[in-house]
């Protein structure tokens, strides 16, 4: 799959972490888990540029020896922890456009946390984005349908508006989250039009739960390289137990 277009896949990888200390160059498996991600989209045939968003120089160091670019670091300014990530990818997209004369058609985020995802995920994605009229493709995982919060005295609230008053699942609509998020790609005007990565034509691919782990905390971490050891395994099991 080749195509003329420019597609600029960017890495997001701030240093600050606090629930996972130096989360996006810890091993993960043997390796800097910012390897995986760098690995997987130098494999997309699609992809020209491959650029990892980072303010912190030992990530840059790593990003570099393992093939993705690092123009220049992100400014703290757009790296605490309220940055809001959008923010910094116009900061690139501007420089980028300043400095290089590039600007590319589309602009795919993959996140570093989310070690599960597959190419055949970005892939859906792409074909979806040239197969519909969609502006923005993302991906979510499904979820239950009905989604509670806890106000302050502890009482559940049903937070999304209830379609039906059974308390049976399959009588409601699938629920679905977005899952990390896997991927994010976005056609390049609509979104710098826009300034929102979910614009106003947004379609999805659904991914599979059990690969939808967003490295968040210690226990997400653990349970992701287990999984990660024995993903075809437990794809064969799921296809076993559903035939």
């Not at 116009?90 to 400095?99: D, G, I, Q, S, T």
Request: proline content about 6%; aromatic content about 8%.
């Amino acid at each position: 799959m080749t195509t003329k277009e420019k597609v600029l896949v960017v890495i997001p990888a701030r240093a600050g972490s606090k629930r996972i200390p130096n989360k996006n160059i810890r091993k993960f498996l043997g390796r800097p888990l910012i390897v995986h991600t760098i690995k997987q989209a130098l494999s997309l045939d699609f992809v020209d540029r491959v650029v990892v968003d980072t303010d912190f120089p030992k990530i840059a160091k790593i990003a570099k020896k393992y093939g993705a670019e690092v123009p220049f670091l992100r400014p703290a300014r757009l790296a605490k922890d309220n940055s809001l990530m959008a923010d910094s990818i116009f900061y690139l997209l501007k420089r980028l456009r300043r400095e290089e004369n590039y600007v590319p058609d589309y602009v795919m985020l993959l996140q570093i946390t989310s070690p599960l995802r597959e190419k055949k995920d970005i892939i859906k994605c792409w074909k979806m984005i040239h197969e519909t009229d969609a502006t923005t493709v993302l991906t979510v995982c499904p979820t239950h349908p009905r989604l509670y919060h806890l106000n302050k005295n502890n009482n559940i609230i049903l937070a999304n508006k209830e379609k039906t008053k059974s308390t049976n699942t399959q009588d409601w609509p699938q629920g679905y989250i977005l899952n990390g998020c896997f991927v994010y790609l976005m056609k390049i005007i609509p979104f710098l039009k826009e300034g929102t990565f979910i614009t106003k034509n947004t379609k999805a691919v659904v991914c599979p739960k059990w690969r939808s782990i967003d490295l968040d905390v210690p226990e997400d971490w653990v349970l992701a390289e287990t999984i990660y050891r024995d993903r075809e395994a437990i794809k064969r099991r799921i296809k076993q137990i559903r035939s």
